[in-house]
């Protein structure tokens, strides 16, 4: 740490690439951070596969972000191919510790089949888990699997729910909310 506090930032990664391979926790998180975000100022770019090489590390540790993580990365083809196997896996063991966005990415795992046997009722399980604990977008995603089944009761609550946050939504986020508020008014007779 002290090259870092003196500015000598590559002296720094090269003594936290050390620690890191003798198994130092602190500084395998430390460059699994770095290598994610990178460091502009020091035209460090992001290094995905550098970066998920250390997260698995800490994954292996029962890291529960570090497990989130690398679901991401697995699911998205960051600095490796796809993998929704993969995925599933440490999505599933970061959602039993009760990661909130490992609890959403399981249920959209199940939901589409990705990576494990497609199974709605646990999806919609997983999903729910994390919607009580507050997480809007599992909440939207909510609604949209009660519309899709139909349980318009239950979506018309989640989209209720939703509507308090609306203002939490990015673009894409507010377009999604207006999409299923238009649909359930057509099937409930609703005034929002």
């Not at 003798?22 to 990178?38: H, I, P, T, V």
């Amino acid at each position: 740490m002290k090259y870092w506090e003196k500015g000598e930032y590559w002296e720094a990664r090269d003594h936290f690439e050390k620690a890191a391979k003798l198994g130092s926790y602190e500084a395998q998180k430390y460059l699994a951070d770095l290598y994610n975000k990178g460091v502009e100022e020091l035209n460090i770019k992001p290094n995905y596969t550098k970066a998920l090489r250390w997260l698995e590390k800490l994954a292996e540790l029962g890291d529960e972000e570090a497990q989130y993580e690398c679901a991401y990365y697995y699911y998205c083809g960051l600095g490796t191919s796809k993998n929704f196997e993969r995925a599933f896996d440490y999505a599933l063991q970061s959602a039993e510790a009760g990661n909130n966005d490992a609890l959403r990415l399981t249920g959209v795992l199940y939901l589409k089949g990705n990576g494990v046997e497609k199974n709605e009722e646990k999806a919609i399980e997983y999903i729910r888990r994390a919607a009580i604990q507050d997480d809007l977008y599992a909440q939207m995603l909510l609604c949209d699997c009660y519309l899709c089944y139909p349980k318009y009761d239950e979506a018309l609550k989640y989209l209720r729910i939703v509507e308090v946050k609306k203002s939490e939504l990015n673009e894409e986020g507010i377009k999604e909310f207006e999409r299923m508020k238009q649909e359930l008014s057509k099937v409930k007779n609703i005034d929002f």
